[in-house]
Each structure stands twice: as structure tokens, then as C-alpha cells.
């Protein structure tokens, strides 16, 4: 019986280790193919040739990119609203979370109630943008900060953590040693919240990053496109003819020359998570369960 057990515990090991194999090869030879590509030679992407490695080793591409102000550009804003984004994200959430956690809160059950009935039901995009028009935050940069200056998904995971990681017996305490609520939170809570912040920076420092459709919606000026908006308009629109041509290009050798500056856009916009990602990919992992309830 202890033998068949192991053969059986033996070949399920080698069916999920088969099967992961191949999930994993699907998910990141895209990946490989686009940075491959971007180091080719265009009429190699053309004729199919850069399937497994680098056919013709060329940087055209990339240094078309890297002479296109509209990149840096894009890098600058998208830097900027993932800094001052997720300063406000944390701003907000985490004292929200914390307040809520707090049985004692006036109306508590009410107010998560609300902020629940959001994750489901919202006024919709039209009325949404009538208000973001009205209250004069279109076309500006505070409209990439204000608007979604919480995530009730992100909002309840640290609620669940103040639970289940900051106790009563720890606030009665301080309040018997003479500790008010603001400084019970700023002197004890924060401290012994690392973790969750450090999770909710993450996940809205990502978010931020890869945030394009409130661009496309709230935003005219191109001055204060994100990274992400210019490399959709690289990508669907074919500006690329527009703002990275030579005069001397053919049409043929400048559309040539546009798809391997696309396969580098890409690059060029994912490298600073790809870098960060060996980094930080534990946050991700604690993530999933830091906001779990511990019974």
C-alpha cells in the first residue's frame, strides 16, 4: 500500500511539475519574443526569422526611442504619479483602515457598507467625467492622484490586518498610560505596520504605474501623458511615423524600422518593474495573506 501510495505521490509530482513547465513557457515566451525582437533586424521580424534568438543585432530601434522626447517625458509623469499617487493612496487608506478596524467607531458597519456597495455599483463613466469637469479637475495632474485616491480591495485587506494584528488589550493599555488616539496611531499602530504598508505601496505604486485609462479619458494636453498613454499611441495609433522618422527613410524601410521601435517601447516602459520585480516579488506573496483572517 506505502508503495503504491509513493508511485501515485511520485507521478502527480511529475504531472504538476510537467504542467507548471508549460504554463510557465507560455506566460514568458512573449516576454523572450518581444525582447529578442526589439534587438533584431526588422526585415528579420518581417520574414519570421527572431522565433528563439536574435536574428541581426540591431539598436536602431532603441535609439530612435531614446531620442524621442515624448518617452522621457512619459517617464517623468509616470514617475511623478506613482510617487505622489501612492503618497496619497496611503494618505487615505491606511487611516481609513485603521479607523474602521476599530469596533468602537461611530457608524462603523454603515460607512463599510458604503465603501463595499462601491466595489459593485458605481454613477458610471459619463457622470463621472461630468463631475471630475465640473469641480475643475480635468486635464490636470491632480485628476491622476484625486481620482481613485482609494481602492476599496486595498482598503479592506489592511482593515483585515489592523484586526487581526493591532489589539484591544494593546489600545486599553496605552490609554491607561495616559496615550490619546492620534498618538496611539502614530506612535504604535504606525510602527507596527511596516508590513501592510509596505504591501499597499506596492500594489498602488504598480497600479499607478501601469494606469492609462483615466489618462485617456481626463487627460488633452500630452504634456501630462503618462508613460503608458505615449506607448499606446506608439503602438495603435503608429505615431511613430510622425515623431521618430527620418526625412531620408523610404516608407517602407520607416514602417520596417516601426515595428522594431514598438517591441522596444515595450521594453522601455516595462524594464523599471521588471528590474524592481526580484526585489520586491515577497511583498507580492505576503500580500495574498497578509489581510487574511487568523483564527
Known amino acids: 500500500m506505502k508503495i503504491r501510495n509513493a508511485i501515485q505521490d511520485k507521478a ?17 515566451y512573449p516576454l523572450y ?37 515624448n518617452i522621457w517625458l512619459g517617464y517623468r509623469n509616470s514617475i511623478l504619479y506613482l510617487v505622489i499617487g501612492t503618497f496619497v493612496n496611503l494618505l487615505v487608506t491606511i487611516p481609513a483602515a485603521y479607523s474602521l478596524s476599530r469596533k ?11 465603501f463595499m456597495f462601491t466595489m459593485f455599483f458605481s454613477g458610471g463613466l459619463i457622470p463621472t467625467f461630468l463631475l471630475v469637469k465640473s469641480i475643475g479637475l480635468y486635464n490636470t495632474f491632480s485628476v491622476m492622484v484625486i481620482l481613485g485616491a482609494v481602492n476599496v480591495f486595498n482598503l479592506m485587506v489592511a482593515m483585515s ?37 509596505a504591501v499597499m505601496t506596492l500594489y498602488y505604486g504598480v497600479a499607478h504605474w501601469n494606469s492609462f485609462f483615466n489618462a485617456i479619458i481626463y487627460l488633452k494636453d500630452k504634456n501630462l501623458y503618462p508613460l503608458q498613454l505615449i506607448l499606446r499611441d506608439i ?27 514598438k517591441y522596444g517601447v515595450i521594453i522601455v516602459a516595462s524594464l523599471p518593474m521588471m528590474v524592481l520585480y526580484p526585489f520586491i516579488q515577497k511583498h507580492f506573496v505576503q500580500g495574498v495573506m497578509i489581510g487574511s483572517v487568523k483564527g
Do not use: W
Request: hydrophobic content about 50%; overall charge negative.
Open 12 to 28: 502527480f509530482d511529475i504531472f504538476n511539475y510537467s504542467f507548471l513547465t508549460v504554463i510557465l513557457v507560455i506566460v514568458l
Open 33 to 69: 519574443f518581444v525582447f529578442i525582437a526589439s534587438f533584431s533586424e526588422p526585415d528579420a521580424i518581417y520574414r519570421g526569422d527572431v522565433i528563439f534568438r536574435i536574428s541581426g543585432f540591431n539598436l536602431k530601434g532603441y535609439h530612435r526611442i531614446l531620442e524621442n522626447a
Open 104 to 114: 468602537d467607531t461611530p457608524a462603523r458597519k454603515t460607512i463599510i457598507g458604503i
Open 161 to 197: 490586518f489592523f484586526q487581526s494584528t493591532i489589539s484591544e488589550e494593546l489600545l486599553d493599555a496605552a490609554v491607561i498610560d495616559g496615550c490619546s488616539d492620534i498618538q496611539f496611531f502614530f506612535k504604535i499602530v504606525i510602527p507596527l505596520s511596516k508590513a501592510i504598508i
Open 235 to 261: 503602438l495603435t495609433l503608429n505615431q511613430v511615423l510622425a515623431g521618430m522618422s527620418d526625412a531620408t527613410d523610404s516608407a517602407v524601410e520607416q514602417q520596417k524600422i516601426a515595428e522594431s521601435i
